[in-house]
């Protein structure tokens, strides 16, 4: 059976002919087992019966009243001994054996059972598609007010052959405002493979779910956020697989998942995912297939328990919060009432606003993208229990009007503004992800090499939602923009950061070195980028090198092929003051300062963590980028990469830092080169 597939938003599609296929070729998959087709021939018998109830019912009727004007009452009065009543046959929903389905019959039973309805004009039975009659089915696609994606699949059966169709044909009355319409739901496919079932507190056996189960219902299911601490040793393994599917063994369950557990049971849940439980943690090829599906594990759950206050798998959350803090102490005012005979009392006070980065949960890279991504949070802090969903935050322990203390999601929801453009979307979904990106490169990781894999379910669902294309934490449709970022060696709060190059190096390839998840342990921010212009800088091409299957998660490989204008200069390390960022003075030598003699400075730069203790002899070569406008200033400095010779091949660099040059005339006289930088 052949179809046509359009691409549309939720207005009405414009009419169309189309060449379709004999309705024959849909009976006869619906005889094999297709369920596609079998819904087709559901929608077309669904609708033919709620036409002739309709026809019949008003016509029965002698004030022509339909059946939608009747009240409960007189609908109630339909019983079977009715001239008029027409009995409501099951739906035809068949299985794959064509035997009789959860809520139907099958083909032989459904034409038994409708034989004599089957009779009357305008009633069908499956047995009434297998005939001559051609169909044109039409599927488009729709997105629902506002959707940032296409949720809704819409169906359309009509016959394009004329009404008087031979051999007895009935579907001939299938044309124009009597055609077939059926809606359907695009449902997320990438659910968990394998989830810990709770349900049965008695015999407390746990049985993870796996791929042989069945996944074609839909599971409520709670989602697990909490930090891992040290190493956990009870985790699911190759070896373990099969034991663990008849049942865990609750003695040796950490106590935050024990918790979990008995959790999301008292909540009403059947289901809970577990990242150590649910992902084979020795098998790679495991991993590979389920770390994709993170982005639809924690969207798709029903609920995600964050357990924000312990540091480590082993301590657990069921306890008691820490006593309140107060910006003003509580205190007491008594009341004089009229009468005299009572003086009541009131309490006033107003409690501390809860800081998420004092719970542990906060400093850990991979949770980051589990709270973003979940449709609902129970968090459980060390300052209380509290809610967040996409509407609402609600924080007993907090004074009322205190604010929720985390991003919970990308600004993009079906219920967001439909006055709003593609183009304002995509540029809130550009500023929520920069923040994030901001907040996540100041996360802890145990391991370097997760850099770009702990964001990838946050990276895939941007991905999603705007088309757009990632290069190695960074997107190419912004590219240009988001080259401009550089190391920060403290953080928002003042606090030095504690960067370890060496660690971060013995990971070994984790980016290209423009991205800056090259940096591997270390803050980054980007640079201004208001009022911001091209200076002689060219994109000419990019390109990464990752796994098809995970385009979002590690890296081989990567390049960037520009053209700009660049100069050699000299440069020394500078004890500057914090709040501009910079760490080195670029120097020109061929320039000398009149006063000292030294060699001028014609701007400052920041190196990247990875090669802050860089040897002082080696030359840097300033690709510019951009001119930056900075208030009423006359002169603008130009922006770019810090970048030294790979040694590989000629015109092949890598980037070690970013730079300002407050001096942009140092470029005067450049000619234009073209540069790879690896």
């Not at 059946?67 to 009543?85: M, V």
């Not at 004329?162 to 809606?183: F, H, K, R, W």
Request: charged share 25%; hydrophobic share 35%; net charge negative.
């Amino acid at each position: 059976m052949s179809y046509h597939a359009l691409l549309k938003d939720s207005s009405p599609p414009q009419p169309t002919k189309r060449a379709g296929r004999l309705s024959r070729d849909v009976y006869a998959s619906i005889l094999s087992g297709c369920r596609w087709c079998t819904n087709i021939g559901n929608a077309v018998l669904t609708s033919s019966e709620s036409d002739y109830w309709m026809q019949d019912w008003n016509g029965s009727r002698s004030d022509g009243a339909s059946l939608g004007s009747l009240s409960g009452d007189e609908s109630a009065d339909l019983d079977s001994d009715s001239p008029n009543e027409l009995s409501q046959p099951p739906a035809f929903g068949l299985d794959e054996d064509m035997g009789a389905g959860e809520n139907g019959l099958g083909v032989e039973d459904a034409t038994i059972a409708k034989e004599s309805a089957g009779e009357k004009l305008g009633f069908y039975t499956i047995k009434s598609l297998d005939c001559e009659a051609k169909l044109d089915i039409n599927i488009e696609f729709l997105r629902w007010r506002g959707s940032p994606v296409f949720n809704l699949l819409r169906v359309t059966a009509e016959v394009t052959t004329p009404s008087q169709v031979e051999d007895g044909c009935l579907l001939g009355d299938m044309v124009d405002d009597n055609a077939v319409i059926m809606t359907l739901e695009v449902m997320c496919a990438g659910r968990p493979t394998r989830l810990i079932n709770v349900r049965n507190p008695d015999h407390h056996q746990l049985t993870v779910l796996s791929e042989d189960d069945d996944q074609s219902s839909v599971r409520p299911y709670a989602a697990l956020s909490y930090v891992w601490g040290s190493k956990q040793e009870y985790v699911l393994t190759t070896a373990a697989l099969a034991e663990m599917r008849t049942g865990l063994d609750l003695s040796r369950l950490p106590r935050t998942i024990s918790d979990a557990i008995r959790a999301a049971r008292q909540l009403g849940f059947d289901y809970l995912w577990v990242d150590a439980l649910c992902i084979i943690q020795d098998s790679p090829e495991d991993k590979a297939r389920e770390l994709p599906l993170m982005s639809d594990t924690y969207r798709e759950s029903s609920l995600c328990i964050v357990v924000a206050s312990a540091a480590a798998a082993s301590e657990g959350f069921l306890k008691a919060p820490e006593s309140p803090r107060f910006l003003v102490d509580p205190f007491e005012v008594r009341v004089d009432s009229a009468d005299g005979c009572c003086s009541p009392s009131l309490t006033f006070g107003y409690r501390a606003p809860y800081k998420a980065s004092a719970d542990p949960i906060s400093s850990r890279a991979w949770t980051l993208q589990e709270r973003v991504l979940s449709q609902r949070l129970l968090i459980f802090s060390r300052k209380g229990v509290m809610w967040m969903c996409r509407g609402r935050f609600i924080n007993p322990g907090a004074a009322p009007d205190a604010g929720p203390p985390y991003q919970t999601s990308l600004g993009l929801h079906a219920d967001g503004d439909e006055n709003s453009s593609d183009q304002d979307t995509e540029a809130s979904i550009r500023e929520t992800w920069m923040a994030i990106r901001a907040d996540y490169t100041e996360m802890g990781l145990t391991y370097c090499a997760d850099k770009l894999p702990a964001i990838s379910a946050l990276a895939a669902e941007v991905g999603r939602q705007t088309g757009w294309t990632y290069l190695a934490g960074m997107w190419k449709d912004n590219l240009f923009s988001e080259l401009h970022w550089r190391s920060t060696k403290r953080s928002p709060s003042g606090e030095r950061l504690v960067l370890k190059p060496q660690k971060a190096k013995g990971a070994g390839y984790i980016a290209p070195s423009w991205s800056w998840a090259s940096v591997g342990i270390g803050s980054v921010e980007e640079s201004e980028d208001e009022h911001r212009e091209i200076f002689d800088f060219t994109i000419l091409t990019c390109h990464v090198d990752t796994d098809p299957a995970f385009p979002f998660g590690p890296v081989k490989g990567g390049y960037l092929q520009v053209s700009g204008r660049a100069v050699e200069l000299a440069w020394r390390a500078e004890d500057r003051p914090e709040w501009d960022g910079f760490d080195i003075s670029l120097l020109d030598p061929q320039e000398k300062a009149s006063s000292t003699g030294t060699p001028l400075l014609v701007g400052n730069g920041t190196l990247d963590s990875l090669d802050e203790h860089l040897d002082p002899g080696v030359k840097l070569v300033c690709l510019g980028m951009s001119k930056l406008k900075l208030g009423r200033q006359r002169i603008m400095p130009v922006e770019g990469l810090l970048l030294i010779p790979t040694g590989s091949s000629r015109g092949t660099f890598r980037r070690v830092g970013f730079f300002r040059m407050t001096a942009p005339s140092i470029f005067s006289g450049v000619s234009i080169s073209i540069l790879r930088i690896e």
